[in-house]
T-cell receptor, first 115, second 112 residues
Framework: EADIYQTPRYLVIGTGKKITLECSQT?????MYWYQQDPGMELHLIHY???????EKGDLSSESTVSRIRTEHFPLTLESARPSHTSQYLC??????????????FGPGTRLTVT | EDQVTQSPEALRLQEGESSSLNCSYT??????LFWYRQDPGKGPEFLFT???AGEEKEKERLKATLTKKESFLHITAPKPEDSATYLC?????????????FGQGTELSVKP
Protein backbone atom coordinates (compact mmCIF):
# COMPACT_ATOMS: atom_id res chain seq x y z
CA GLU A 1 0.00 0.00 0.00
CA ALA A 2 1.22 3.47 -0.91
CA ASP A 3 2.49 5.67 1.92
CA ILE A 4 1.31 9.14 1.09
CA TYR A 5 -0.34 11.35 3.66
CA GLN A 6 -2.39 14.49 3.57
CA THR A 7 -3.45 16.79 6.39
CA PRO A 8 -5.92 18.05 7.28
CA ARG A 9 -8.50 15.67 5.85
CA TYR A 10 -11.26 18.25 6.23
CA LEU A 11 -11.00 22.02 6.58
CA VAL A 12 -13.70 24.67 6.87
CA ILE A 13 -12.30 28.19 6.81
CA GLY A 14 -13.47 31.75 6.28
CA THR A 15 -12.81 33.92 3.25
CA GLY A 16 -9.47 35.71 3.24
CA LYS A 17 -7.62 33.26 5.46
CA LYS A 18 -4.25 31.83 4.51
CA ILE A 19 -4.13 28.04 4.45
CA THR A 20 -1.52 25.35 3.80
CA LEU A 21 -2.43 21.83 2.79
CA GLU A 22 0.23 19.31 3.74
CA CYS A 23 1.36 16.33 1.68
CA SER A 24 4.10 13.87 2.59
CA GLN A 25 5.27 10.60 1.08
CA THR A 26 7.70 8.02 2.43
CA UNK A 27 8.40 6.18 -0.83
CA UNK A 28 11.31 8.36 -1.94
CA UNK A 29 9.50 9.36 -5.13
CA UNK A 30 10.94 12.33 -7.02
CA UNK A 31 7.71 13.22 -8.82
CA MET A 32 4.83 14.77 -6.90
CA TYR A 33 1.52 16.25 -8.04
CA TRP A 34 -1.50 18.21 -6.82
CA TYR A 35 -4.89 17.60 -8.42
CA GLN A 36 -8.22 19.32 -7.81
CA GLN A 37 -11.49 17.42 -7.98
CA ASP A 38 -15.01 18.80 -7.71
CA PRO A 39 -17.90 16.41 -6.89
CA GLY A 40 -18.75 14.15 -9.83
CA MET A 41 -16.04 15.72 -11.96
CA GLU A 42 -12.70 14.57 -13.28
CA LEU A 43 -9.39 15.33 -11.60
CA HIS A 44 -7.40 18.26 -12.95
CA LEU A 45 -3.69 18.83 -12.43
CA ILE A 46 -2.86 22.15 -10.75
CA HIS A 47 0.83 21.72 -9.80
CA TYR A 48 3.64 19.23 -10.19
CA UNK A 49 7.27 18.81 -9.21
CA UNK A 50 10.14 16.84 -10.74
CA UNK A 51 12.12 16.95 -7.51
CA UNK A 52 13.60 19.26 -4.88
CA UNK A 53 13.45 22.95 -5.89
CA UNK A 54 11.39 22.09 -8.97
CA UNK A 55 7.76 23.21 -9.30
CA GLU A 56 5.53 23.71 -12.35
CA LYS A 57 1.96 24.82 -12.93
CA GLY A 58 -0.51 22.32 -14.32
CA ASP A 59 -3.41 22.67 -16.70
CA LEU A 60 -5.98 24.11 -14.37
CA SER A 61 -5.40 27.72 -13.43
CA SER A 62 -5.02 27.98 -9.68
CA GLU A 63 -4.30 30.81 -7.27
CA SER A 64 -2.43 28.38 -5.05
CA THR A 65 1.35 28.04 -4.78
CA VAL A 66 3.55 25.07 -3.92
CA SER A 67 7.08 24.46 -2.69
CA ARG A 68 9.44 21.47 -2.72
CA ILE A 69 12.26 21.92 -0.24
CA ARG A 70 12.45 18.24 0.73
CA THR A 71 11.85 15.18 -1.43
CA GLU A 72 9.14 13.84 0.85
CA HIS A 73 7.18 17.07 1.36
CA PHE A 74 5.03 19.04 -1.15
CA PRO A 75 2.77 21.58 0.59
CA LEU A 76 0.15 23.69 -1.21
CA THR A 77 -0.66 27.21 0.01
CA LEU A 78 -3.57 29.54 -0.60
CA GLU A 79 -2.65 33.08 0.51
CA SER A 80 -6.26 34.27 0.64
CA ALA A 81 -8.99 31.64 0.50
CA ARG A 82 -12.18 32.31 -1.46
CA PRO A 83 -15.44 30.32 -1.80
CA SER A 84 -14.37 29.42 -5.35
CA HIS A 85 -11.49 27.43 -3.81
CA THR A 86 -13.97 25.01 -2.24
CA SER A 87 -13.02 21.59 -3.61
CA GLN A 88 -11.20 18.34 -2.91
CA TYR A 89 -7.41 18.54 -3.22
CA LEU A 90 -5.50 15.33 -3.96
CA CYS A 91 -1.76 14.86 -3.70
CA UNK A 92 0.06 12.11 -5.61
CA UNK A 93 3.58 10.84 -6.19
CA UNK A 94 5.31 8.53 -8.63
CA UNK A 95 8.72 7.17 -9.47
CA UNK A 96 10.38 7.67 -12.81
CA UNK A 97 12.92 5.79 -14.80
CA UNK A 98 13.97 4.79 -18.31
CA UNK A 99 12.16 7.74 -19.88
CA UNK A 100 8.84 6.37 -18.68
CA UNK A 101 6.47 7.62 -16.01
CA UNK A 102 4.95 5.09 -13.68
CA UNK A 103 1.67 4.91 -11.85
CA UNK A 104 0.83 7.69 -9.46
CA UNK A 105 -0.14 6.92 -5.89
CA PHE A 106 -2.68 9.20 -4.28
CA GLY A 107 -3.19 10.44 -0.76
CA PRO A 108 -6.62 10.44 0.91
CA GLY A 109 -7.32 14.05 -0.07
CA THR A 110 -8.23 17.25 1.73
CA ARG A 111 -11.82 18.44 1.49
CA LEU A 112 -11.68 22.25 1.67
CA THR A 113 -14.73 24.41 2.27
CA VAL A 114 -14.38 28.19 2.22
CA THR A 115 -17.30 30.09 3.72
CA GLU B 1 -5.30 17.26 -27.53
CA ASP B 2 -5.27 14.18 -25.31
CA GLN B 3 -8.76 13.21 -24.18
CA VAL B 4 -10.45 10.43 -22.20
CA THR B 5 -14.15 9.50 -22.30
CA GLN B 6 -15.67 6.88 -20.04
CA SER B 7 -18.99 5.09 -20.42
CA PRO B 8 -21.44 4.51 -18.98
CA GLU B 9 -21.50 7.30 -16.41
CA ALA B 10 -23.26 5.00 -13.96
CA LEU B 11 -23.82 1.25 -13.90
CA ARG B 12 -26.05 -0.74 -11.58
CA LEU B 13 -25.49 -4.49 -11.35
CA GLN B 14 -26.83 -7.32 -9.31
CA GLU B 15 -24.29 -9.34 -7.38
CA GLY B 16 -22.80 -11.91 -9.75
CA GLU B 17 -23.85 -10.05 -12.91
CA SER B 18 -20.71 -9.57 -15.02
CA SER B 19 -20.22 -6.46 -17.14
CA SER B 20 -17.65 -4.13 -18.70
CA LEU B 21 -16.71 -0.47 -18.37
CA ASN B 22 -15.39 1.41 -21.37
CA CYS B 23 -12.63 4.00 -21.66
CA SER B 24 -12.10 5.64 -25.05
CA TYR B 25 -9.00 7.76 -25.48
CA THR B 26 -7.38 10.08 -27.97
CA UNK B 27 -3.66 10.62 -27.56
CA UNK B 28 -0.79 11.71 -29.76
CA UNK B 29 1.16 8.68 -28.59
CA UNK B 30 0.14 6.31 -25.80
CA UNK B 31 2.57 6.52 -22.91
CA UNK B 32 0.42 4.59 -20.48
CA LEU B 33 -3.24 3.99 -19.60
CA PHE B 34 -4.19 3.68 -15.96
CA TRP B 35 -7.22 2.37 -14.10
CA TYR B 36 -8.05 3.56 -10.61
CA ARG B 37 -10.79 2.85 -8.12
CA GLN B 38 -12.13 5.73 -6.01
CA ASP B 39 -14.36 5.32 -2.98
CA PRO B 40 -16.45 8.31 -1.78
CA GLY B 41 -14.36 10.88 0.04
CA LYS B 42 -11.08 9.08 -0.65
CA GLY B 43 -8.17 9.36 -3.04
CA PRO B 44 -7.97 7.13 -6.13
CA GLU B 45 -6.49 3.67 -5.56
CA PHE B 46 -4.24 2.35 -8.31
CA LEU B 47 -5.43 -0.81 -10.08
CA PHE B 48 -3.65 -1.35 -13.43
CA THR B 49 -1.24 0.13 -15.93
CA UNK B 50 -1.41 -0.83 -19.62
CA UNK B 51 1.22 0.34 -22.08
CA UNK B 52 0.50 -1.30 -25.44
CA ALA B 53 -2.42 -2.61 -27.50
CA GLY B 54 -3.18 -6.23 -26.75
CA GLU B 55 -1.95 -6.02 -23.20
CA GLU B 56 -4.15 -7.45 -20.43
CA LYS B 57 -3.91 -7.30 -16.62
CA GLU B 58 -5.96 -9.13 -14.00
CA LYS B 59 -6.62 -8.69 -10.31
CA GLU B 60 -9.23 -10.75 -8.51
CA ARG B 61 -12.57 -10.09 -10.29
CA LEU B 62 -11.16 -7.32 -12.49
CA LYS B 63 -9.52 -7.60 -15.87
CA ALA B 64 -8.27 -4.66 -17.93
CA THR B 65 -7.66 -4.84 -21.67
CA LEU B 66 -6.30 -2.34 -24.17
CA THR B 67 -6.73 -1.66 -27.88
CA LYS B 68 -5.41 1.23 -29.95
CA LYS B 69 -8.50 3.32 -29.23
CA GLU B 70 -10.03 2.06 -26.00
CA SER B 71 -9.66 0.10 -22.84
CA PHE B 72 -12.17 -2.10 -21.07
CA LEU B 73 -12.43 -2.98 -17.41
CA HIS B 74 -14.23 -6.30 -17.18
CA ILE B 75 -15.84 -7.18 -13.86
CA THR B 76 -16.63 -10.85 -13.38
CA ALA B 77 -19.23 -11.91 -10.79
CA PRO B 78 -19.07 -8.60 -8.92
CA LYS B 79 -19.73 -8.28 -5.21
CA PRO B 80 -21.20 -5.32 -3.29
CA GLU B 81 -17.69 -4.37 -2.13
CA ASP B 82 -16.79 -3.67 -5.76
CA SER B 83 -19.12 -0.64 -5.64
CA ALA B 84 -17.03 2.47 -6.33
CA THR B 85 -16.20 4.96 -9.06
CA TYR B 86 -13.71 3.58 -11.58
CA LEU B 87 -11.43 6.11 -13.21
CA CYS B 88 -9.45 5.78 -16.41
CA UNK B 89 -6.51 8.03 -17.22
CA UNK B 90 -3.86 8.41 -19.90
CA UNK B 91 -0.44 9.85 -19.38
CA UNK B 92 0.25 13.25 -20.87
CA UNK B 93 3.41 14.37 -22.65
CA UNK B 94 6.69 13.50 -20.96
CA UNK B 95 7.74 17.16 -20.91
CA UNK B 96 4.64 18.04 -18.89
CA UNK B 97 5.69 16.03 -15.90
CA UNK B 98 3.80 12.88 -16.75
CA UNK B 99 0.46 14.33 -15.74
CA UNK B 100 -2.55 12.06 -15.84
CA UNK B 101 -5.53 13.07 -17.96
CA PHE B 102 -8.62 11.61 -16.35
CA GLY B 103 -12.06 10.68 -17.61
CA GLN B 104 -15.10 11.51 -15.52
CA GLY B 105 -15.37 7.96 -14.24
CA THR B 106 -18.01 5.25 -14.11
CA GLU B 107 -19.93 4.96 -10.87
CA LEU B 108 -20.54 1.27 -10.24
CA SER B 109 -23.18 0.06 -7.81
CA VAL B 110 -23.49 -3.67 -7.05
CA LYS B 111 -26.60 -4.74 -5.19
CA PRO B 112 -26.77 -7.96 -3.14
Amino acid sequence: EADIYQTPRYLVIGTGKKITLECSQTMGHDKMYWYQQDPGMELHLIHYSYGVNSTEKGDLSSESTVSRIRTEHFPLTLESARPSHTSQYLCASSEEGGGRHYEQYFGPGTRLTVT
Amino acid sequence: EDQVTQSPEALRLQEGESSSLNCSYTVSGLRGLFWYRQDPGKGPEFLFTLYSAGEEKEKERLKATLTKKESFLHITAPKPEDSATYLCAVQGPYNQGGKLIFGQGTELSVKP
